[in-house]
Every structure is written in structure tokens, then in C-alpha cells.
């Protein structure tokens, strides 16, 4: 049978559950093998609206949340690549490396209104089943014209790696937010000015 792929990319700055709980009902809904978790290396849409974590920290912090974690990985493919992250640039990446997997792109309803934007876009639903996640506080649209769609319901959990930063920043605790090895891979590395 070939391999399930669920992709799911994010600046992932940082990871938390919303992300998590995305990747592991998408994996069991879908049935798939597994599910990538694709840490950007650029995010060339969030690039100068302010300071990234740098890439390999935050690529640190996602490994930390999955390790042991069942078919869920980080993955280091975007940064590994350099340059700015198009997700369609990773596509063809994971399609190069698994001929004949099935592949899912996994997305929050946020994204999913946003994909005109993308560059190459138009060659991602020849590719890919979009999967679209309900993401809490976003008002879900439309289906994306011209993909596969697959909508995925889970909890509505209102939270954001922004709203996180500034917890963060306030010295606000994010315990059962983001998981525990994540928080001390934090701590460890002295972000978001954290153990500082
Ligand atoms: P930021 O606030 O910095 O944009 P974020 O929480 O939106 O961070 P991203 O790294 O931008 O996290 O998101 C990666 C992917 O995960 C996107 O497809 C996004 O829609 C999805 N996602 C993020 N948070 C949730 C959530 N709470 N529920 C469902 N999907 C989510
Ligand atoms: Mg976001």
C-alpha cells in the first residue's frame, strides 16, 4: 500500500498544541502513516513584520514536542533547503523522495482563505488533498477552488504562537500549551526570553 504523508508547515514560533492536536487528528482521520511537521525557514509572509526565532531553534523546540510522539516528525526539510520556505518547492521535495505516497497538506482554516497567495500555488492540487482544520476564532470559509478538500474538525483551541510570544515576553506561565519537553527546550536555550 503506498505511505499516507500529512504535511503540516508552520513558522511554528513556537509550537503548541493547537499545532499538535491538528497533526494527531489529522493522522488518525486520515488514516495516514504519518505526519510531517515542516518548521519554515524563511516565512517569507512574516519576514520583516519582526524577529523570527531563528529557524534551527525552533526547529529544536517542534522536535522536542513530538519526540516519541507516534507518527508524528519534525522535519527539517525547509531549512535544510535554505531560502525562503514555498511550500509547493516541498511538495515536489517529499514527492522526489516518495514516488508514490499519497500526500496531505494540512492547513488551519486561516491559511486555507489565504492559499491565493502562495507562489506556484496552482500546482499544488494536482499534487496534494487539502486538508482543512477548524481552527478556533476563525470563521471557517469557503472551500478553496479546484483542490481535493478535506475538512477536519477538532476542538476549537483558541491559540497562537503570538498570543504565546507574548505570554512569554510577560513571564506568563504556558504550561499544557505547549507540552513539557518543548517548555524546557525553551528554557534550555534561553528563548523568547525565557530563563533569562
Ligand atoms: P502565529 O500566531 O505566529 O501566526 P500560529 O499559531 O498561527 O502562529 P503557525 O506556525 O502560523 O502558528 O501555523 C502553522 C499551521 O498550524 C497553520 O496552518 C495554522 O493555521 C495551523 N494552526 C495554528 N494554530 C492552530 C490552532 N489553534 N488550531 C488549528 N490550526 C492551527
Ligand atoms: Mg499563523
Known sequence: MAERIGILGGTFDPVHVGHLVA???AR??????????VVANEPW????????????DRYAVVAAAVEGVPGLEA?????????????????????GRHGDAEIFLVVGADVAGQLASWIRVDELPGLVTLVVVHRGGVEPGPDPVGWRVRRLRIPALEISSSDLRRRLAEGRPVDFLVPEPAIRCITRRGLYAVGR
Open 23 to 25: 497533526a494527531v487528528e
Open 28 to 37: 488518525h482521520d486520515l488514516a495516514l502513516d504519518r505526519v510531517l511537521l
Open 75 to 95: 522535519s527539517r526539510i525547509e531549512i535544510d533547503r535554505g531560502g525562503p520556505s514555498y511550500t509547493v518547492d516541498t511538495i515536489d521535495e517529499v514527492v
Open 45 to 56: 509572509q512574516k519576514t520583516g513584520e519582526r524577529v523570527l526565532t531563528p529557524a534551527e
